[in-house]
């Protein structure tokens, strides 16, 4: 089973973006294996530490390294991504020339209370998922905008349209990590 690392763009423990890698999780399950990194665990980046790396930050480098593919779930701030995002995807970034990113199967999502469903924070990220060089999903693009039952207490998708559309998604994450790891072989 191919294993997707998931990153929460959230420290809040309420988070609805939580709630939504959990629902996905669900509709994964037998196809792929969703591993959670807690960014909350990584200190605030700093340039000094980028020869002596923090042993977190080594942690997230090595979660990267071991996964078939990242998942970022994505919440907004002030039009862009959260700070521990960011931070997180600094570290990975470093040391020079050891960019986790490069050619990492990649797929983003995110949700907002707000009708436009994250979609600031996701065309940011993935502008600098693009500048790193993660092998990037471009679509579906999924824009959610989180309503009070839209996912149960079950982690399931009450509404069948959310839920074949949910399920579209994760299809198409498989397959392109499939691709990738194709590509890798050939
Ligand atoms: C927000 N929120 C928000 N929402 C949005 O759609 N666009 C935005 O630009 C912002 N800006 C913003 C800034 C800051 C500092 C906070 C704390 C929040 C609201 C945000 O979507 C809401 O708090 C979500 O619940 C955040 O996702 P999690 O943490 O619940 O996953």
Redesign the pocket.
């Known amino acids: 089973m191919k294993n997707i690392l998931v990153l ?1 763009g ?1 420290n ?1 423990k ?5 709630k939504f890698a959990q629902a996905l999780e669900k509709l994964a399950e037998g196809r792929l294996e969703f591993e959670y990194f807690d960014l909350a665990t990584l200190p605030m980046y700093n340039d000094d530490e980028a020869l002596d790396y923090p042993a977190s930050a080594r942690h997230l480098k090595d979660r990267v390294a071991a996964a078939d593919g990242v998942l970022f779930v994505t ?5 862009s991504i959260p700070a521990v995002l960011k931070n997180a995807i600094d570290w990975g970034s470093r040391p020079w020339g050891e960019n986790s990113w490069t050619g990492k199967p990649t797929a983003i999502v995110g ?4 009708a ?1 469903g ?1 979609i ?1 924070a996701q065309i940011h990220l993935r502008s600098i998922m693009v500048s790193l060089g993660a092998f990037l999903m471009t679509s579906p693009e999924v824009y959610l905008q989180m309503k009070p039952g839209l996912f149960d207490e079950n982690n399931d998708i009450p509404n069948e349209d959310t839920r074949a559309f949910l399920t579209g998604f994760v299809d198409s994450l498989a397959a392109w990590v499939g691709v990738a790891q194709e590509r890798a072989a050939a």
């Open positions: 929460v959230s809040r309420d988070s609805i973006n939580r919440p907004e701030h002030n039009r949700a907002s209370p707000g436009m994250a600031a």
